[in-house]
């Protein structure tokens, strides 16, 4: 998660700080980022700051209207607190699929960023920054989300379960409070309540899929379709090198399915597939590949040529 701190405490301008903490190549297990911004973690499961890294210049064709960002955060919410709630001291420790955490860290991450969102809600970053200072929090994103797990780590985990559903609950409750339309202070200036709803709600999916939670058949074609929208909502909004359409069906080009988003379906809002344009050339991906790859979760072996993957990682 990027705070925008040098070493020695100062904080940065918003375009200085993007420019420091999106350097080197992010690792396959980091995690989705929630926000306006193309910031990237290079371990765990964190996410930079919403709306963190501004550029933004392009207004997506999609705009998501006929979605409920706060129904859909809601569920991934509700997703993942009923598999947390069935798990034994065994599946807790169990590794996740953000890369050096195990369940219990991905539930520690969930629980700490809630401060952050907190003093977005609040207006509070300068508050937030001076704590980061005070507690000794690290520099940039990682070390962020390395002090959030670390001192859940050793609390009683029923603790830590507590704390997040109390938090994110304020969280969730505010926000849809506010309303689609409001705007909301990030480290970047304000951005849409909405539009980081959705990318709140992207984010517990991918923690959901990374720990395991399960998606049942009957939900899985409407949720790879959502998440799909999301990120090529996503990758507009952020003028980012590929651009993407969801389509009909998916064609020759399509290099396979990945992760736990289920099968892709038909009908709906948009088609089964995602026509993926970059570098002069054009292919279709089936939903599941195409939300992976937005999220930074495709298989190391996976055949998607890796400037293709850069180019596609937008909420990670």
Known sequence: MGIGLRGRGEVLDGDEACRIVTRGHPRPGSGSWAGAGRARPSRGGGRPFPGYCRGMTTEPKDSLEDLDPFDLFDAEAARLDRYFSGLGEEGWRRPSRAEGWSVRDVLGHLAGEELYNHACLDDDIDGFTAMLRREGAGEGFDG??????????????????????????????????????ASLPTFAGPYPVGSQTFHYASEYATHADDVGAPVAPDEAAARARWRARVGVFVLAEQNAEARAELVGTGGAGDTGSAGNTGDTGSGGNGGNAVRVHAYGTSQELSLPVFVEATVGRLPEDHPMEARLRDALRCLA
Do not use: I, S
């Open 144 to 181: 962020f989300n390395a002090w959030c797990v670390e001192r859940r780590r050793h609390l009683p985990v029923a603790e830590v379960l507590q704390e997040w559903r109390r938090e994110n609950g304020d969280t969730r409750g505010r926000m849809r409070a506010l309303g689609r339309d």
